[in-house]
Every structure is written in C-alpha cells, then in structure tokens.
C-alpha cells in the first residue's frame, strides 16, 4: 500500500505545472515541462521585462530542447537558452516555437522577451522538452549491428 501511495505522490508531483517569474525547475530528460507567465509588478515578461526559467538536474551532455509558447497580447520576440539563440525560432501571432541544440550541463537557463500588446490582458503558458542528443559512437554501433545481421541474413539464404 505505501508503494501505491508513493507512486501516486511522485505522479501528482510530476503533473504541476511551473510559474514563470524566475523560478528554478528539476527537470529530467524526455519529459515536458508546463511553465506560465505571472505578472509581478516590476519583474517579469508579463511587466514589460523578460523571464529567466532556470532547469536543474541534467548531467553534462549535448541535448536538444523544444520550446513551444503561447500568449494572449504578448509576443515572443526572443528566446535564448544558456545564452545560445535557437537553431529556428517560428513566431506567429499568437504563439512560437524554438528549437536548441546546446552542449551543457546543469542548469539551463531559459530567458524569455517579448512584446506586450495589452499589459492588463496579458497572459503566456508554454512547454520545453529536453532530450538527449546521441553521441556519434552510438550510429557507429548501430551500423555494425546491423552488418552483423546483413552477413547473418546473407549466410542463411545461402545454406538455404
């Protein structure tokens, strides 16, 4: 009974979501992360100035990070990742999305500007996805895997 009652409190922790007024997040690869804007009166993207979302918890690697965002009478006009500009950054009227690839470790620093059309209106949620960029050793691995099995497929067919 204590293990469901664990596993239930891990999931109910997973299933929050983050404010945006520079915060602090534990993040683990492969897994998505809901962060929102709150307006404060002299900080923050929703105030006229910008948001700093800083993730912990990544070993050092190279990682590739999806930001989506969306706002109500605010738009996005940069996104940098630990100080990196994204690989693509689609801006629509209403919402974005930016790619990074960046090689770190731990945090990640997420600054968010943008430009506000409404400030008493104003309002943005959105998601970023962290994952692990594999390295070239692990292609080379692959290959010869599937060399082995070619050469296996090969002699088979011939003693057939």
Same mark, same amino acid.
């Given at each position: 009974?204590?293990?469901?009652?664990?596993?239930?409190?891990?999931?109910?922790?997973?299933?929050?979501?983050?404010?945006?007024?520079?915060?602090?997040?534990?993040?683990?690869?492969?897994?998505?992360?809901?962060?929102?804007?709150?307006?404060?009166?002299?900080?923050?993207?929703?105030?006229?100035?910008?948001? =700093?979302?800083?993730? %912990?918890?990544?070993?050092? /690697? #190279?990682?590739?990070?999806? *930001?989506?965002?969306? $706002?109500?009478?605010?738009?996005?006009?940069?996104?940098?990742?630990?100080?990196?500009?994204?690989?693509?950054?689609?801006?629509?009227?209403?919402?974005?999305?930016?790619?990074?690839?960046?090689?770190?470790?731990?945090?990640?620093?997420?600054?968010?500007?943008?430009?506000?059309?409404?400030?008493?209106?104003?309002?943005?949620?959105?998601?970023?996805?962290? =994952?692990?960029?594999? %390295?070239?050793?692990?292609? /080379? #691995?692959?290959?010869?895997? *599937?060399?082995?099995? $070619?050469?296996?497929?090969?002699?088979?067919?011939?003693?057939?």
């Amino acid at each position: 009974m204590k293990f469901k009652f664990a596993v239930a409190a891990i999931l109910a922790c997973a299933a929050f979501s983050a404010s945006a007024a520079d915060q602090v997040v534990q993040i683990t690869p492969d897994l998505t992360y809901d962060f929102k804007g709150i307006s404060t009166p002299t900080d923050g993207l929703l105030s006229g100035g910008n948001d =700093t979302i800083t993730f %912990e918890g990544l070993a050092p /690697g #190279m990682y590739e990070a999806v *930001l989506s965002f969306s $706002g109500n009478y605010v738009k996005l006009s940069s996104a940098w990742l630990n100080n990196e500009m994204p690989l693509s950054l689609v801006n629509g009227s209403k919402s974005a999305s930016a790619l990074f690839e960046i090689t770190t470790s731990s945090p990640l620093t997420l600054s968010l500007n943008g430009i506000l059309t409404n400030a008493s209106l104003a309002a943005y949620s959105g998601q970023i996805t962290v =994952t692990a960029v594999p %390295e070239p050793e692990t292609y /080379g #691995m692959l290959l010869g895997g *599937l060399g082995i099995l $070619g050469a296996v497929a090969a002699r088979r067919k011939k003693q057939a």
